[in-house]
């Protein structure tokens, strides 16, 4: 009964390569993040998609791609892996309220740990 | 965009005693201030929150502060345990779609026997 899922939990990969991780939530929510934290543990948004709709898209390069078929679903395929993306990527998920005034809390999956040898 | 520093990065207390962590932010248009703990290996989950027309909300050992004229707002643990160890994370963000939780850097809180 995992509320936000993502697979896998741990990815180890040599640079150059290309991989994803899926992220899956069953709350019903409609808005979904990925989020990095990195080695010394800060958490920094890199995208979040509400209704499949790209919404949040801070300075990440392009060689990171995210992929929402469904509000319940947000992918995040990397190219070209490079030693620096080593780091936990986590995958969350929130209510927004149009017209109130606030959001329902950011509901986080267990990580995913990427380290790129 | 915000801005949300977070001190102390470490802090060591004795079993029994209290904990603080304070936090400031830059935008004055965030309204929502949650707290979240991450316990090694784990995902930060919320502990508590606050909402920008409250300034003050407790739960059993935990409380949170909310100065919005400063910018202000902290965290108190009372009669730590050392379960209460871990990594603990202010956040601030505004509301809607495009609102976006930004995170302070995280203070390590340490409960020793």
């Known amino acids: 009964d995992t509320a936000v899922s993502q697979t896998p939990k741990y990815l180890v990969t040599q640079m150059g390569n290309d991989k994803s991780i899926k992220c899956e939530q069953n709350?019903?929510?409609?808005?979904m993040y990925w989020y990095k934290q990195d080695s010394k543990k800060f958490l920094k948004i890199m995208f979040s998609?509400?209704?499949?709709?790209?919404?949040i898209n801070e300075t990440v390069p392009n060689r990171f791609s995210p992929k929402s078929p469904d509000k319940a679903h947000l992918n995040l395929h990397i190219n070209s892996l490079e030693l620096g993306d080593s780091a936990v990527y986590f995958c969350?998920?929130?209510?927004?309220?149009?017209?109130?005034?606030?959001?329902?809390?950011?509901?986080f999956g267990n990580g995913t740990r990427l380290t790129v040898t | 965009g915000e801005n949300v520093e977070q001190h102390p990065s470490t802090l060591s207390v004795q079993e029994g005693d209290s904990a603080v962590i304070k936090c400031t932010y830059s935008?004055?248009?965030?309204?929502?201030f949650p707290w979240y703990k991450q316990e090694l290996g784990k995902r930060p989950q919320l502990i508590i929150d606050?909402?920008?027309?409250?300034g003050e909300k407790k739960d059993q050992r935990i409380a949170v502060t909310l100065n919005k004229t400063a910018k202000h707002f902290s965290l108190h643990i009372t009669e730590t345990q050392p379960e209460d160890s871990a990594v603990y994370f202010c956040?601030?963000?505004?509301?809607?779609?495009?609102?976006?939780?930004?995170f302070g850097t995280g203070t390590r809180l340490q409960v020793t026997l």
């Open positions: 969350a998920s929130s209510q927004t309220r149009q017209g109130s005034s606030y959001n329902s809390p950011l509901h």
């Open positions: 709350l019903g929510h409609d808005t």
């Open positions: 935008d004055s248009a965030s309204n929502y």
């Open positions: 998609y509400n209704n499949k709709e790209l919404i």
């Open positions: 606050i909402r920008s027309n409250v």
């Open positions: 956040a601030a963000s505004g509301t809607g779609t495009a609102s976006k939780l930004t």
